[in-house]
């Protein structure tokens, strides 16, 4: 029986993510369990991005 093993990537402060190709940063969230300043905020976000985001971080928009 094979199993299905999940790979979650690990979060952390200035990990750069690529989404809808435009660069974000993770940086710490501002409420525990809020998307309160996350530039995906009222937006679609996949399950990859959401991951992130339970691990305690938001996503800022990148101005490179």
């Known amino acids: ?3 299905k093993i999940n790979k ?3 979060a952390y402060s200035g990990k750069y993510i ?3 190709n435009k660069r974000y940063t993770l940086v710490p969230e501002l409420s525990k369990g ?3 300043g996350c ?4 937006e679609r976000c996949p399950s ?3 991951s992130l ?3 305690g971080f938001i996503l800022k ?3 490179r």
């Open 8 to 10: 979650i990537d690990t």
């Open 34 to 36: 809020m998307c309160e």
């Open 61 to 63: 928009r990148d101005g």
């Open 18 to 20: 690529i989404h809808g």
């Open 48 to 50: 990859r991005v959401t």
């Open 39 to 42: 530039d995906l905020y009222n």
């Open 1 to 3: 029986m094979n199993k």
């Open 53 to 55: 985001c339970t691990q």
